[in-house]
Structure formats: structure tokens, C-alpha cells
């Protein structure tokens, strides 16, 4: 039997440790998220589902615990291979989409996979089919400014998806979206995961979105229980 995806095990976050104004955060949370499971996070505000998405991504460090990547244990690992694995293996979207500015769509979704050594043609081709996935072929050549939020959007989860990551993590991906379009994009983005088969964990407000997944999980005091 394969890996988990991803497991976190006793994860701790405690900020200025030992002083005054200490903050535990997370407080030994355990998670396990197969391939092709997708995982809603619900929690309110400052509970601290961005800090666990971070460490979840390895862009940031957990005070305790483990953290491990398709069966890799990644504590005390190095900068250089954090990273890679990171570049490799994980796909991040956002609230706000993040796109860069001055490049089209299409060259959006291709900078990651240039960044890792795909050739250029390669990368336009993936590129497409992804923006194809989610209709917004058409808007390949238009920069973020001329689209809508949806679009962009769509275009951030395509640039996340570009390298093939095992994992996706999205942090209140439709929270800046009127509801209609929020239902569109989470649309897409369900469909390109579940074509994909990655696994997923997907903090949102919007319970009803997050009913549409495999299964939830909520924050509670630090730790996570099944919501």
C-alpha cells in the first residue's frame, strides 16, 4: 500500500516561545490525506488554519511534530530540499490569485514549469490543456488586469496544478468571489482535481463548498477533529 500523500503528525506552532506574550497556535495536530481525497478545513478566523497550510507546504516550520510528503519525513530536512519538494510536489492557491501582473495567462501557467526545466513548448502545451480545463483558453493571452476574478482565479489554480503536484493546498480559494462565481470556480477546481487525482486540503468559510468534499475537518482549540 502507497503513502499518504500527506501526514502530520503531533504538529505544535508556538510563536515567541518562552516569553510574555507567548501564542500556541496549533497544539499537536495529527492529519492523513490519501491520494485523490480532497479535504475541506473549516475554522474561524485566527484559529489557525493559514499556519497549518503553511507548515503543511513547508514554508513554514512547526515548533513539534512531523510533516511528511508522499512517505518522506521532511523534519530537519535542508533548505534546498524543502524547497524542491516544495516546487515539486506541492501547489498552492490563495484568496487572492497572486497572478504576475505584466505576463498574459498562458506565460502565468508556464513560468513554473520553466522555472523546473520543462522546454518551452512542452510548457505551452500543458499550459493550455490546463486552461482549457477550466474555460479560460480563450483568455490565454490577456493579462490578469483584463479579466474577471473568476478568471483569474482559474488561471491561479492552473499555474498551482502546472508542475503536477501530488498535493494542493488552497487557503479560502473562493473567499473574494460573489457566491455565483465562488460555485464556478470551486467547480473547476474540484473537476481539475479530481481528473488529476491529487489530494487536496481546502480552507474555506463556506460550509456549503466544503460539504462537496470527500470529508471536512475543523480546528478546534489547536487541534483537528472531523467537522
Do not use: W
Request: charged content about 25%; glycine content about 10%.
Amino acid at each position: 500500500m502507497s503513502d499518504p500523500v500527506l501526514r502530520l503528525t503531533g504538529i505544535e506552532k508556538v510563536y515567541n516561545k518562552d516569553k510574555p506574550n507567548e501564542v500556541s497556535v496549533l497544539r499537536g495536530a495529527d492529519l492523513t490525506i490519501e491520494a485523490g481525497e480532497i479535504v475541506g478545513l473549516v475554522a474561524p478566523s485566527g484559529a489557525g488554519k493559514s499556519t497549518l497550510l503553511h507548515i503543511a507546504g513547508l514554508l513554514d516550520m512547526a515548533s513539534a511534530g512531523t510533516v511528511e510528503i508522499g512517505g518522506q519525513d521532511m523534519t530537519g530536512r535542508s533548505d534546498r530540499k524543502r524547497t524542491r519538494v516544495r516546487r515539486e510536489d506541492v501547489g498552492f492557491v490563495y484568496q487572492f490569485h497572486h497572478l504576475l501582473p505584466e505576463f498574459t495567462a498562458l506565460e502565468n501557467v508556464m513560468l513554473p514549469q520553466l522555472a523546473n526545466g520543462v522546454a518551452r513548448g512542452a510548457a505551452n502545451t500543458r499550459a493550455m490543456e490546463l486552461l482549457g480545463h477550466v474555460g479560460v483558453s480563450e483568455r490565454c493571452e490577456h493579462r490578469p488586469a483584463d479579466m474577471s476574478g473568476g478568471e483569474q482565479q482559474r488561471v491561479a489554480f492552473c499555474r498551482a496544478l502546472a508542475n503536477g503536484p501530488r498535493l494542493l493546498l488552497a487557503d479560502e480559494p473562493t473567499g473574494n468571489l460573489d457566491p455565483g462565481t465562488a460555485d464556478q470556480v470551486f467547480s473547476a477546481l474540484m473537476s481539475l482535481a479530481r481528473e488529476t487525482g491529487l489530494a487536496a486540503l481546502i480552507a474555506t468559510h463556506n460550509l456549503e463548498l466544503a460539504a462537496r468534499m470527500d470529508r471536512r475537518v475543523r480546528l478546534e482549540e489547536g487541534v483537528l477533529v472531523p467537522a
